[in-house]
Structures are given as C-alpha cells and as structure tokens.
C-alpha cells in the first residue's frame, strides 16, 4: 500500500517547488471581490484558518455560516469576529463530521434562512488520529470526518448552489475541499476506502487524496453546472490540526509553521480568484498558485476509480440524507 517511486519521485519535486516559491501571497483582501448579497459556508471555523477566512469573507460583506461541532467555541469565534468587525453578517450550525447523524439536523438551520448560497470552504478536518480510532458509523476516522461527512454536508447544499447558478449563471460560484501534499504519501487505492491498516500517517495521506477526488468528482456528477469545485493545499500552518501529532515530530516542524492567516490566503484563493475561472478545476497551493497532483492520482480521480469512490461514499450517506 505504499506509494510508487513515480509518486514519491513527483511528491518530492512538488515540495521543493512549495519551498522554492515566494512565500509572499499575491491575492490579498485588497483584491477580493465585493460580496455584499453573497453566502458562504465555512466549516472547521471555530479556530485557526477557518476564523481567518471567515473574518476576511466578512470583512468583504458576505454572510458568513460557521460551522463547528461545539456551539461554545463557535460562539466564542462569533463575539472575536465581531470585536473587530462590528457589522459581520455572521451565523452559526453545530454538526459533528465523525456522525452523520448531526448533519442533516445541523444544516437545517441555513436551508430554513437562505435559497441561495455562493460558496462553500471544507476547511474542517483531522490529522493523524489515533489508529483503530473510528467514527461513529464505524468509518476510519480521518475518511469519515474528511471525506464522508463532508459529502453529506455538500449533499444538503447542492440545491442552493444549483438556484444561485439558475437565478445568475454569470455567478462565481466554489465549492474547495481541502487536501494537502501529503497525498504524495499514499498509494491510490480506492477500492479500500475504509481499510484501517495503513499507518498513521498515510491514513491521513489517503483522506487528502480522496479530497482531491472529490473535487474532480463533484462536476462529474453535476453535468452542466458553472459551479468551480477546487482542492487546495493550504500549507503546513499553525492550527489544532497537530493536536494528535507526538510532541517530538511537532517540535520537529514547529519552525516550518506559517501563521493561519497565511493558510487563509490560499483557501481564498482557491475562492475568490478569477485565475480559478482560468484554469478549470485546480489544485492551488501555498500561497496562492496553481499547482500540481501527481500523475497517477490525477488519472485515477478522472477515471471509473474516482467514480466508483464518490459513488461509494454516495452509498454510505444514503441513510443519513
């Protein structure tokens, strides 16, 4: 299960090309788009990059949906917003990735105030939890909370993107997953989604790859739409994603942290910039570029494997919908 030397030989390049590019973010607040009117959904937003994107889609007039599985953190997030922003538009859902049983009560409370929504940022996420650890369907965990809840969750908004596009297909309308070079370090093998064996680290790795899938996935499965479905690396940053990391490897890459501010500038690029409209669908990494999968991956995503991944998945929601 571990990956190919074509891989591990293209994941290398890919980091020396992060660590080589100017740290230095091009698309910043001041080149944001206006977007007085517009909704967005930002997950994982009760700390770190999610406050930060949602202070900055505030500050630019959106409302702003956070979404977090404590109501207190989220709360506390709400009145830190607001002490430097006075006038946000802001609201809050509590859901919890690791059961899909709170998902589909969690979400109502957005689908009852809006027809509509511009955006969504799945910036929710964890990282290199403990193995044998499973959510409460039984799913290993990084894949439950990763990728099947927020599949569910993207199930339940779809239909307010959809009437955003009808009522203006000029719209920019995202939807960005969040994935991460570590993909390098898995092998792709899509038919064992749930299998638990990997280590802990490319239990991790495989979770951001079947992020990337899903990106390339869900205008597959929505043929016709205008919507841009994105997947961005936002860079090794200063979160409570390395809250289950050992206190060795963290003091180990503890100086490669960047502030979450800086993890915000690429997931709204991967948001806001009109090069995404360029481009199609990307991959956008530190801070703010267009950058690279591997090969196999990128076959794989794009074949009948990414779409019997997002199928299974589909299959595994279906209760809970």
Same mark, same amino acid.
């Given at each position: 299960m571990l990956p190919t030397l074509r891989t591990l030989w293209e994941g290398l390049c890919a980091s020396v090309d992060e660590a080589s590019a100017s740290k230095t973010p091009q698309f910043l607040d001041e080149d944001y788009p206006d977007l007085t009117?517009?909704?967005?959904?930002?997950?994982?937003?009760? $700390?770190?990059?999610?406050? /930060?994107?949602?202070? #900055?889609? !505030?500050?630019?007039?959106?409302?702003?949906?956070?979404?977090?599985?404590?109501?207190a953190k989220l709360e506390e997030t709400v009145q830190l917003i607001k002490t430097e922003q006075p006038e946000a538009q802001l609201?809050?859902?509590?859901?919890?990735?690791?059961d899909l049983t709170t998902i589909k009560p969690g979400v109502q409370k957005i689908l009852s105030n809006h027809t509509e929504l511009h955006g969504i940022i799945h910036?929710? $996420?964890?990282?290199?939890? /403990?193995?044998?650890? #499973?959510? !409460?369907q039984g799913f290993e965990y990084q894949v439950g909370v990763n990728n099947v809840g927020p599949q569910l969750l993207q199930h339940f908004l779809d239909p307010l993107l959809e009437r955003a596009m009808?009522?203006?297909?000029?719209?920019?309308?995202?939807i960005v997953w969040i994935s991460s070079l570590a993909l390098y370090l898995t092998s792709y093998e899509f038919d064992k989604p749930n299998d638990t064996t990997r280590s802990v680290t490319e239990r991790y790795a495989f979770s951001k790859a079947i992020n990337y899938v899903q990106s390339v996935q869900w205008p597959l499965h929505h043929p016709g739409t205008q919507v841009l479905s994105v997947a961005a690396h936002p860079g090794i940053i200063k979160t409570e994603l390395f809250r289950h990391t050992d206190s060795f490897s963290d003091r180990l890459i503890d100086g490669l942290k960047w502030p979450p501010e800086y993890g915000a500038y690429t997931e709204l690029f991967a948001a806001l910039s009109p090069e995404i409209c360029k481009e199609g669908s990307a991959f956008v990494v530190p801070f703010g570029r267009i950058g690279r999968v591997s090969t196999e991956l990128y076959k794989r995503a794009h074949s009948s494997q990414g779409q019997k991944l997002w199928d299974w998945i589909d299959e595994q929601i279906e209760p809970y919908k």
């Amino acid at each position: 299960m571990l990956p190919t030397l074509r891989t591990l030989w293209e994941g290398l390049c890919a980091s020396v090309d992060e660590a080589s590019a100017s740290k230095t973010p091009q698309f910043l607040d001041e080149d944001y788009p206006d977007l007085t009117g517009a909704v967005w959904v930002v997950t994982g937003a009760n $700390g770190g990059i999610g406050t /930060e994107v949602a202070k #900055k889609l !505030a500050r630019k007039g959106a409302k702003v949906w956070l979404i977090a599985r404590s109501h207190a953190k989220l709360e506390e997030t709400v009145q830190l917003i607001k002490t430097e922003q006075p006038e946000a538009q802001l609201d809050t859902c509590v859901m919890d990735f690791s059961d899909l049983t709170t998902i589909k009560p969690g979400v109502q409370k957005i689908l009852s105030n809006h027809t509509e929504l511009h955006g969504i940022i799945h910036n929710a $996420g964890v990282m290199f939890a /403990e193995k044998g650890l #499973k959510t !409460a369907q039984g799913f290993e965990y990084q894949v439950g909370v990763n990728n099947v809840g927020p599949q569910l969750l993207q199930h339940f908004l779809d239909p307010l993107l959809e009437r955003a596009m009808n009522r203006d297909p000029r719209s920019d309308l995202r939807i960005v997953w969040i994935s991460s070079l570590a993909l390098y370090l898995t092998s792709y093998e899509f038919d064992k989604p749930n299998d638990t064996t990997r280590s802990v680290t490319e239990r991790y790795a495989f979770s951001k790859a079947i992020n990337y899938v899903q990106s390339v996935q869900w205008p597959l499965h929505h043929p016709g739409t205008q919507v841009l479905s994105v997947a961005a690396h936002p860079g090794i940053i200063k979160t409570e994603l390395f809250r289950h990391t050992d206190s060795f490897s963290d003091r180990l890459i503890d100086g490669l942290k960047w502030p979450p501010e800086y993890g915000a500038y690429t997931e709204l690029f991967a948001a806001l910039s009109p090069e995404i409209c360029k481009e199609g669908s990307a991959f956008v990494v530190p801070f703010g570029r267009i950058g690279r999968v591997s090969t196999e991956l990128y076959k794989r995503a794009h074949s009948s494997q990414g779409q019997k991944l997002w199928d299974w998945i589909d299959e595994q929601i279906e209760p809970y919908k």
